[in-house]
């Protein structure tokens, strides 16, 4: 039997996790449709959940159809939980875009449309909620040809629109063949003549389907079922089914990871090639099995990876790829699979083998992370949604133990990499990235639940970024000047396209000091990036190493090694953020602040009352069209002011605009003082104090 791997996407409540336990009832899987009200759905498992009535975790769940069986995983709607579904992504042979008949084409709707068509994954677009007053379906088909901008081809229409009757007739509209015709020359050509044979129509719209060309559109109703047997046909004969070779060398990538009943972490891994066994021992990471096939090369450069090494002459270069920032570098790693499941009829089932295209939970590989490759790596991982650009500080409630929070917001961030918990050992804080509030009291929640820790947070502000605003160079010889390390570092500092993430070049001969010091100033690198003269992450630029020296091994007669004439890779360590940060201050750093760009339906008479609100928030309108009696406005808002603006909004509109927000790009602060982030490290921007607390020895 064929698999397919189907995710399951939408906007906030159009109804995504109503269609799944659809799905489930119709194929049998579940007796009786669970409801998101009641908090009995099938996929919405943690406590939070039911509670909430929303989607947290991704989650998987199977079902057989004639000739497939179907891992569908339900994702959150919410925005502020778009890296769960960005995670999901790279594991999909196909999906089902919920649309609401009611509100229409959602912010979160557009987000995710562009990002399944520059994945090129089949999508088939499921309107939901014909059975609800106001529900539309002309309208809501032109908007999604006009805002979402793909091609559709409608299966049927819907009759009884707003009532419990209301029903999906199929049948392929009259405008199917000009549709499908666009992406066919053969079916042009036929179709200029007269007229094309449904046996062929139907087969050129499997092939269009599948390559992501078009996007077949039902209605229907997740609570009556109307609709679905027709979608469920689809799904069997639209979507492309799972490939990928048992027999292969295995290559698989983690999309999740939980923690189980004993503390075991447990991953979600897809299949890709290759079989998986149970006793297996498996390399993991993010070089996987080349990165420990190079672990052994002693002074070489590691081969293959997320990380690349060129050489050229002698000389090398290793780019960091820009998905990678933030997440601190680690070596290969090697487990044994001790259990393994997959998941049937709705339950997952213990087996003692998986092959390629099934979707798997993995025990016993101690250490394994969201993201990392099983076996043979995959093309490297890409983020395709927007970073978090908000930050809090966690403040501990009475009673809190701090090491017990540190615990537990390390096990979070285990779940979710992206919420970067950072701690500040200076002043006793732990900060984390955020989305938006929602996630913030989802977290404070969890915390309580499940580790029963009493926590609040301060305000929430964004994250800014550093770029190097010119080139800057700076060296520290071994055993002169100032220089209390026995090292000699020069470094190099220029900007980078945005984007890039940061670059390491030598220019210096590879073999003109131990492999092991090169890496401990690259490493050192990159950490020290993570706070730039301001506070702020460097995440573009190009650092070239331009001197390198140590003072080689040293022994006396009759004595083991004397450390305190030999260069170590603590020299090198201490002294690379001095001189980064010296390069860093003479290329100058400019703070730049997220900017979402902005959609807004306004009544067009309120323009007047928004503009001055609009400029004081610092909006810059780009684009102003007039539709009828409404005006809709697009630009760009910094990130910082979208709170306001939306609270804003309802008092300037009489609660008839409509606002849309997403994160478009960076840009420098122009507006009040630069925003300054209090330092987590040894600040080597202060040599005195930095030499203090990282060697106890002053320069002079």
């Known amino acids: 039997m064929h698999l397919l791997n189907l995710g399951i996407l939408a906007h906030v409540d159009a109804g995504k996790t109503s269609l799944t336990e659809r799905l489930l009832h119709t194929a049998g899987v579940i007796d009786e449709v669970g409801s998101v009200d009641a908090g009995s759905t099938t996929t919405d ?58 509100e229409g084409v959602q912010a979160q709707t557009r987000v995710l449309m562009r990002t399944l068509r520059r994945l090129r994954i089949p999508t088939l677009i499921f309107v939901n909620k014909i059975d609800r007053r106001g529900a539309r379906e002309e309208a809501v088909l032109r908007q999604m040809a006009h805002r979402l901008a793909v091609p559709l081809v409608p299966m049927g229409r819907a009759a009884g629109l707003g009532t419990r009757a209301a029903r999906f007739v199929p049948g392929l ?34 092939a269009q389907t599948r390559r992501a060309l078009v996007h077949p559109v039902y209605f229907g109703s997740a609570i009556t079922g109307a609709g679905v047997p027709e979608l469920i046909a689809g799904i069997e004969h639209l979507l492309p089914a799972a490939d990928g070779d048992p027999a292969g060398p295995l290559s698989a990538t983690v999309f999740k990871v939980e923690r189980g009943p004993a503390g075991e972490r447990v991953a979600y891994a897809r299949i890709f090639s290759g079989t998986l066994c149970v006793r297996d021992r498996v390399p993991f990471g993010d070089g996987a099995e080349e990165a420990l096939a190079g672990g052994g090369r002693g002074e070489g450069w590691p081969a293959g990876g997320r990380d690349e090494a060129r050489f050229v002459g002698g000389r090398g270069e ?7 920032a933030g997440r601190r570098a680690r070596g290969p790693a090697e487990g044994r699979v001790t259990g393994i499941s997959v998941f049937e009829r709705g339950v997952d089932v213990r087996r003692d083998r998986a092959g390629a295209g099934r979707i798997v939970k993995v025990w016993g590989l101690g250490g394994i992370r969201i993201g990392d490759a099983l076996g043979l790596p995959r093309p490297a991982y890409v983020h395709h ?85 010119g080139t800057g160079h700076a060296v520290e010889f071994n055993k002169k000047d100032a220089n209390p390390f026995l090292a000699t570092v020069g470094l190099r500092v220029e900007p980078a396209p945005p984007g890039s993430g940061v670059r390491f070049r030598l220019e210096v001969e590879l073999g003109s000091m131990p492999y092991a010091f090169f890496k401990a100033v690259e490493d050192t690198v990159r950490e020290t990036l993570g706070q730039g003269l301001h506070g702020w992450q460097v995440p573009d630029c190009t650092v070239t190493m331009t001197h390198s020296g140590y003072s080689p091994r040293q022994s006396h007669a009759h004595q083991g090694f004397d450390k305190s004439m030999s260069s170590t890779g603590y020299d090198f360590r201490g002294l690379t953020p001095l001189v980064l940060t010296e390069a860093l201050r003479r290329a100058g750093t ?75 790009h960076y840009a420098p602060v122009t507006r009040g003082t630069v925003p300054e982030r209090p330092r987590t490290d040894h600040n080597p921007l202060n040599r005195k104090e930095y030499l203090l607390n990282v060697t106890r020895r002053v320069g002079d």
């Open 45 to 102: 498992t943690l406590a939070l959940e039911r509670q909430r009535g929303i989607t947290i975790k991704s989650a998987v769940v199977s079902f057989p159809l004639d000739g497939v069986t179907v891992n569908l995983l339900d994702t959150p709607g919410h925005p502020d939980f778009i890296a769960e579904v960005e995670r999901v992504l790279g594991v999909l042979d196909g999906a089902v875009l919920v649309v609401s008949a009611v």
């Open 173 to 206: 509209g009259p405008a199917a063949p000009e549709v499908l015709a666009d992406h066919d020359d053969d079916l042009l050509a036929a179709y200029l003549d007269g007229g094309v044979p449904a046996a062929r129509l139907h087969a050129a719209l499997a």
């Open 318 to 324: 290793r780019l960091d790829r820009p998905e990678a």
């Open 385 to 469: 949604f927007a970073p978090p650009t908000l930050e809090t500080v966690v403040v501990p409630g009475p009673g809190t133990d701090r090491r017990s929070l540190h615990l537990a917001l390390t096990q979070l961030a285990e779940q979710d990499p992206l919420i970067a918990v950072r701690h500040d050992d200076v002043r006793g804080e732990t900060s984390l990235s955020l989305y938006g509030e929602v996630q913030k009291e989802v977290i404070q929640a969890t915390l309580a639940e499940e580790y029963g820790l009493d926590v609040t947070f301060r305000e929430t502000t964004t994250l800014c970024i550093e770029r190097p605003a």
């Open 590 to 664: 400019v703070v730049h602040e997220p900017l979402h760009r902005f959609r807004l339906d306004a009544p067009a008479d309120t323009l007047g009352a928004l503009l001055p609100v609009l400029a004081r928030l610092g909006a810059v309108p780009e684009t102003t069209a007039a539709l009828g009696a409404a005006v809709v406005l697009e630009g760009t808002v910094p990130a910082a002011r979208v709170h306001e603006l939306e609270q804003r909004l309802p008092g300037l509109t009489r609660g008839e605009g409509e606002l849309e927000t997403a994160f478009d």
